[in-house]
């Protein structure tokens, strides 16, 4: 088993006397309360603001060049390379300046619902509210798991602690290093809390393959029958929308992995963008939000203290976390069977993508890779364009990996379970931003819900010119002039002159993946 390399430092750490190990939720938000860390609600969830950051910070974030990992690493914007004397002498730093602190809080957990490639990890927190958070979002042990544990990752998180570029070698005074020699994921100078959750999930996206497992940004649920559907989506593309679904048990929203036993959430929580919530929009999220939830620069009323989820003065990234106890209709623990069903959604501001089609394998393949979505550029000012966003695999960010070690795992995978794959646009229709409308959300239900049942699997489809796709002809409640987008357009020419400019984005975009086969590489459709 590997098992973090501890110095002596974090050892001396750990066991000072005011180190405060694997406290309760009431104890935690009690602690961040009384310390001033944040605020509480009337319904007893802490709110905290997080300063200038309020979102990641990729720019900020680095790999350890080692030469245990160094060759496994793909090494560009994504994963930039930072070396061992920059990491010591910065890890030395915190763990000084962590020592000043009168108070210190541990969490022990895992990464991985499945015992059989779940991931021990620790977390030594400055704040009483991240560890608050660390808390709902990882899987917490049973007693008897808590005296067995032993961390094979630990997370030493200091927001307080600020980097000197110049001295130090960061961009700036935040700072994400991961040692995976050392097995130690350093955080500095950001107070944002999704830095924690998302270190773990670049971690897994490293350690999973390495068992044959491939690791997945997307959702999971399961139907009455137990047939599991994955839901892989972009911010904006409906995926936490489609996922829930009062006939189908969520297994996770957002992590998960996919081993030879099946699917696995990597989270015991829930981390939901909560900008404009309502009881009526999401009933789930906002039923969740509870005791203990945490909600991240959320807009409290003063004198009620109720939240004003419609308020993005700070940003528009506000989040809640809790754990994926708090909804009802959840797969408990979040494990089940193999994908039947994978959607990938996107939201196309161009206006041209089928509202669905049933993709091959290759095609399949080909859409993982590009991970397209739409920017809506048209809310910014002065912009009336919509921009092609292409996060490979659904989560660039993530991927410590080259990227088509994840999708040559997904082809596998899709040809030992027969999975279905399906690309669903939830954007615009008859048009592109601004001319066209957003498609109708109850004939993206009906059409996945069809996916979802099987009802597609010998559907008569006609062929898309542009890019290739296979469009249903016909799906019941839904009108056929809504699933060809040609036909939806009043400008046929406009809609071919469009199509073939977002075409010609997916050809550029996919010439980075050089050392793809042509039997993937040409699933974008003919290049115009």
């Not at 020699?181 to 490293?206: D, P």
Request: net charge negative; with cysteine; hydrophobic share 40%.
């Amino acid at each position: 088993m590997i098992t973090t390399k501890i110095s002596e430092k974090l050892k001396d750490l750990l066991l000072g006397e005011n180190v405060n190990v694997q406290l309760s939720v009431p104890q935690l938000v009690e602690m961040s309360i009384s310390r001033g860390e944040a605020l509480l609600t009337a319904d007893g969830a802490v709110v905290a603001q997080t300063g200038k950051y309020t979102g990641r910070s990729p720019d900020d974030r680095f790999i350890v060049e080692e030469e245990s990992s160094k060759d496994n690493i793909d090494w560009g914007n994504v994963n930039r390379p930072i070396s061992s004397e920059v990491f010591n002498s910065l890890y030395n730093k915190v763990m000084d300046h962590l020592k000043t602190k009168d108070g210190l809080y541990v969490f022990k957990g895992f990464a991985g619902a499945d015992p059989a490639s779940r991931l021990s990890i620790q977390v030594v927190n400055e704040f009483a509210w991240h560890n608050l958070f660390v808390h709902q979002l990882f899987i917490r042990p049973s007693e008897e798991e808590l005296n067995e544990h032993e961390a094979q990752f630990t997370i030493v998180s200091a927001p307080s602690f600020k980097a000197n570029p110049t001295i130090d070698g960061t961009n700036s005074e935040a700072f994400v290093i991961v040692s995976m020699e050392k097995r130690i994921i350093l955080i500095g100078g950001t107070e944002y809390a999704g830095e924690m959750k998302k270190s773990i999930f670049s971690i897994m996206n490293y350690l999973l393959p390495e068992k044959g497992i491939l690791p997945m940004h997307c959702s999971a649920n399961v139907g009455t029958d137990g047939d599991v559907a994955l839901f892989f989506g972009l911010s904006g593309t409906g995926k936490t929308t489609l996922s829930a679904d009062a006939d189908r048990k969520l297994v996770g929203d957002d992590e998960h992995g996919w081993s030879d036993n099946g699917v696995f959430n990597i989270e015991g929580g829930c981390y939901a963008k909560c900008i404009n919530l309502s009881a009526e929009k999401e009933p789930e999220i906002f039923g969740a939000i509870r005791f203990g939830s945490v909600l991240e620069n959320v807009a409290i009323n003063p004198e009620t203290r109720t939240p004003d989820y419609d308020d993005g003065s700070l940003t528009e990234n506000t989040r809640a976390a809790y754990p994926i106890q708090a909804i009802d209709n959840i797969v408990d623990p979040s494990v089940a069977g193999h994908p039947k069903t994978i959607v990938f959604l996107t939201a196309d501001a161009f206006g041209v993508l089928p509202p669905i089609s049933i993709l091959t394998k290759e095609q399949a393949m080909y859409h993982f890779l590009s991970g397209f979505t739409s920017k809506l550029a048209g809310t910014e000012r002065g912009i009336t364009s919509p921009e092609a966003t292409f996060s490979t695999c659904f989560g660039s960010p993530f991927l410590p990996l080259h990227a088509t070690v994840y999708a040559e795992m997904l082809g596998k995978k899709i040809d030992e379970h027969d999975a279905q794959v399906f690309l669903v646009n939830t954007g615009w229709t008859g048009g592109e931003y601004g001319v066209g409308h957003r498609m109708d959300l109850k004939y993206t239900r009906t059409m996945v819900r069809a996916a979802l049942e099987g009802k597609l699997k010998n559907a008569e489809t006609e062929v898309n010119a542009v890019f290739g796709l296979e469009m249903p002809i016909a799906i019941d409640g839904v009108p056929t002039e809504v699933l060809n987008p040609r036909n939806a357009w009043a400008d046929g020419e406009q809609y071919d002159k469009k199509a073939n400019e977002l075409a010609n984005l997916f050809h550029e975009n996919f010439k980075k993946f050089g050392t793809v086969s042509k039997d993937i590489s040409s699933k974008g459709g003919p290049i115009a």
